[in-house]
């Protein structure tokens, strides 16, 4: 019977956790609508003082559904600092930068970032003056952080160093599950997207972009 009622409760869950993003879709497409996500060079990411390698890129590549999960997280190795390089393929006009971490003394407290630098040294982290600096939260709440955005308007790499946790020294381990930005964005040397779309309706690009394509010489046969 409990085996039962426990099913009950995860399908519950399941269908009220859906039922919430779409009954709240006005919260949610502001946030998907100015998500950098698809100009993230995940690629190219880089992540100092991770415990586990490539667990900085991991919480980055989560999607703006996954934020809520706890897995993948990046943990801090040695100490409590970490720096996360991140590029863009695109050029970023940053509005924000969303941020979920937790109520335990391993979350940030404070969050420098640093426009157009890829640092690869904890000194010379410290060294740099942050294009902004955060004090954060110790919550488990997704926290949203406007930056200044006349400092963040022709962006293409950004730095994320946190210099420390909440345990005022007392935990080495800083622990962060999700990383995500808002803006606006401009392609680099490229051709506006639906210009790439109808010109790769070629047989020869179908193993290129193959979903993308094939949607599009569909329509074109319809036509």
């Given amino acids: 019977m409990s085996h039962h009622c426990h099913n009950e409760h995860d399908d519950h869950h399941h269908h009220h956790v859906g039922g919430a993003e779409h009954d709240h879709s006005d919260d949610i497409t502001p946030a998907v609508q100015f998500s950098l996500y698809q100009q993230i060079n995940f690629d190219e990411i880089t992540t100092l003082n991770e415990q586990v390698h490539g667990s900085g890129k991991a919480i980055i590549k989560k999607t703006w559904a996954e934020r809520l999960t706890t897995e993948p997280e990046v943990v801090s190795d040695a100490d409590e600092q970490l720096i996360i390089n991140v590029p863009f393929t695109a050029q970023i006009k940053l509005h924000s930068l969303l941020l979920r971490t937790s109520p335990s003394p391993s979350a940030p407290k404070t969050l420098r970032l640093l426009a157009n630098a890829d640092i690869h040294d904890f000194s010379a982290a410290e ?4 294009t902004q600096e955060f004090e954060l939260s110790q919550t488990s709440e997704m926290q949203e952080l406007p930056v200044k955005r006349a400092r963040f ?28 930005f808002k803006g606006e964005w401009m392609t ?3 051709a506006p997207k639906n210009i790439i779309y109808e010109a790769a309706a070629r047989p020869t690009d179908h193993k290129v972009k193959g979903t993308d394509v094939r949607g599009v010489g569909h329509t074109n046969q319809g036509q």
Wanted: aromatic share 12%.
């Fill in 127 to 130: 060294d740099s003056t942050p």
């Fill in 153 to 180: 308007n022709a962006v293409q790499r950004l730095c994320l160093f946190f210099p420390d946790n909440f345990s005022d020294g007392e935990e080495d381990e800083t622990r962060i599950s999700y990383v995500g």
């Fill in 188 to 190: 680099l040397g490229q």
